[in-house]
């Protein structure tokens, strides 16, 4: 397993060093929300458009990206407070959990898909969540790896712990968020 720790450490360098896409400076015209998100255990301001109407929708025009919720690393600082989405609009109740974004790396704007990050059946102890006090999922927040936490605030590593089979992207909800795209890194 300390082949899977070092090789989670090495996937998020490459994001940082090479591949990763350019971010955005400035806040653009068009954002309805402005958030806070992980990338490769950093802080980067994310921008997103939500849909107005049912028409708006994913483009072929952009790329796809991922928007992992997790649960807060900081419990009473969590960087999205969740919310419920009534039905209508929503086609039934939806709970947004309590989580904190994280993204694969910085990113021009992209159709953004929310991707819940669960523990996998079997996980047990290798696998710390943490319940949402609003009634949504229990998301994780960190694996343990040979004994070492290892925060999930990484995309990369997220996708390691999942095909490492610790972690189970839940892809079914809450889908489409809308567009979101990347700007200044974070202090």
Avoid: K
Avoid at 21 to 50: H, K, M, N, S
């Amino acid at each position: 397993m300390r082949r899977g720790i070092a090789m989670a450490a090495a996937v998020t360098g490459l994001v940082l060093v090479g591949g990763a896409a350019p971010a955005l400076a400035g806040e653009p015209p068009t954002a309805d929300e402005v958030e806070t998100a992980w990338v490769a255990g950093r802080f980067i301001t994310l921008y997103v458009d939500t849909p107005d109407s049912a028409s708006s929708g994913p483009s072929e025009a952009r790329p796809d990206a991922d928007v992992f919720l997790v649960a807060p690393m900081d419990p009473d600082h969590p960087l999205d407070p969740g919310a419920v989405i009534p039905s209508p609009p929503a086609p039934a109740p939806i709970i947004v959990p309590v989580h904190d974004t994280v993204l694969d790396r910085p990113t021009p704007p992209s159709d953004c898909f929310g991707v819940q990050v669960l523990p996998a059946p079997g996980a047990g102890a290798r696998v710390l969540t943490r319940p949402d006090p609003n009634g949504g999922a229990t998301l994780a927040w960190a694996v343990v790896v040979d004994g070492h936490r290892v925060r999930l605030t990484s995309g990369p590593v997220i996708r390691w712990a999942a095909s490492a089979g610790l972690v189970a992207l839940d892809r079914s909800w809450p889908g489409y968020g809308g567009t979101c795209w990347t700007g200044t890194w974070r202090r």
